[in-house]
């Protein structure tokens, strides 16, 4: 079981639809964070939250932090082709070092 | 700049053979990580380093060990390859704990038959 459950695993939309990826815990985090993965590549940062209802805008890309700081949410407003990819949140529990990821939401965008 | 540099980045090994992978990165990074990435999953931690000179167990550590070499170089060996160690390994470094990102290499593509 992991400390960080995504939802949904996979989401495959038309471009120009707008969708929500959460990423969800029993654990409360310190900071929180979500990256980006494409084939063959390591994951990439797209934006840390720290703060209890945190919402942090990234162009076409809204992320919020819960006021409990148990869960995020990611919003993609008009999907293009190239927001394809894998997304990761992934949580720091008390500060410390480590650092823990969900399973991803996996995101196809077809033209 | 190189950033987090991984080799090899593929191997293939058979059932109870030993290797190290290796990982370094010229950022000046206090911390250092582990994560295996089984197909069409998230990451999941094996072992980090926060600072030179410790080590400590992630979630996965069972069948690894690790070496924190010095600042630069942290590798990861697995003594008895397993078909269950099968997965692509990514190493992750970040300046200091607390909110600062990782940064990854590219991985390495392990294959245990």
């Known amino acids: 079981t992991q400390l960080l459950e995504q939802s949904p695993q996979f989401l495959s939309i038309q471009e120009g639809e707008n969708l929500t990826v959460y990423c969800n815990s029993s654990?409360?985090?310190?900071?929180l964070q979500w990256y980006r993965q494409e084939p063959g590549e390591g994951p990439v940062l797209l934006v840390t939250?720290?703060?209890?209802?945190e919402v942090k805008k990234l162009k076409r890309l809204t992320f919020q932090f819960g006021d409990a700081r148990k869960d995020s949410s990611l919003h993609i407003t008009a999907a293009q082709t190239g927001d394809t990819g894998l997304y990761l949140c992934a949580g720091v529990v008390n500060a410390g070092n480590m650092l823990t990821f969900g399973g991803g939401t996996r995101l196809m965008v077809k033209p | 700049n190189a950033g987090v540099t991984q080799t090899p980045k593929f191997q293939v090994l058979k059932t109870g053979q030993s290797m190290t992978l290796q990982c370094a990165q010229d950022m000046n990074h206090n911390s250092m990580y582990w994560y295996r990435q089984d197909p069409g999953m998230g990451l999941r931690l094996i072992y980090y380093s926060a600072s030179e000179g410790t080590t400590d167990k992630g979630e996965v550590p069972n069948g690894y060990n690790v070496s924190r070499l010095n600042k630069r170089e942290f590798s990861l060996r697995l003594e008895s390859a397993a078909p269950s160690q099968t997965s692509v390994y990514f190493c992750?470094?970040?300046?200091?704990?607390?909110?600062?990102?990782?940064?990854f290499g590219n991985g390495t593509r392990l294959t245990v038959t």
């Open positions: 992750a470094s970040r300046p200091r704990t607390g909110y600062s990102p990782l940064h």
């Open positions: 654990s409360v985090f310190s900071s």
């Open positions: 939250v720290v703060t209890g209802g």
